[in-house]
């Protein structure tokens, strides 16, 4: 199927889409924006696209980038360690006391 230039466009937000970067969602064709916003599953703390490639976990019933997945407090890294959940935040061992 070939567009005219000015009639390939977003199916969500009606952008002009550039033939070398779209995303084709349910038969239609989508821009990269829409596609990160509603289409993509993003990381709990930091609200960016988990792309292709990115390394990620799953925790709390989320995704996380594997470097976002840190005590809520002191920011260690937690992918592969033990952690402690409280109020759908992870901690680590020294800090699961302090949240409490």
Known sequence: MQF???C??????????????YHLWEGAQ????C???TMSTKCTACDF???PGDRWLEAL???????CFCCA???VELEGAAFYAK??????????????
């Open 30 to 33: 989508i821009c990269d924006i």
């Open 49 to 51: 696209p988990i792309e």
């Open 61 to 67: 019933n989320v995704a996380w980038h594997t470097e």
């Open 4 to 6: 005219c230039k000015t």
């Open 73 to 75: 407090v002191c920011q």
């Open 87 to 100: 109020g759908k935040k992870p901690y680590c061992k020294i800090h699961a006391k302090q949240a409490a």
């Open 35 to 37: 596609f990160a916003k």
């Open 8 to 21: 390939f466009l977003c199916a969500k937000c009606n952008c002009q889409l550039d033939p070398n970067g």
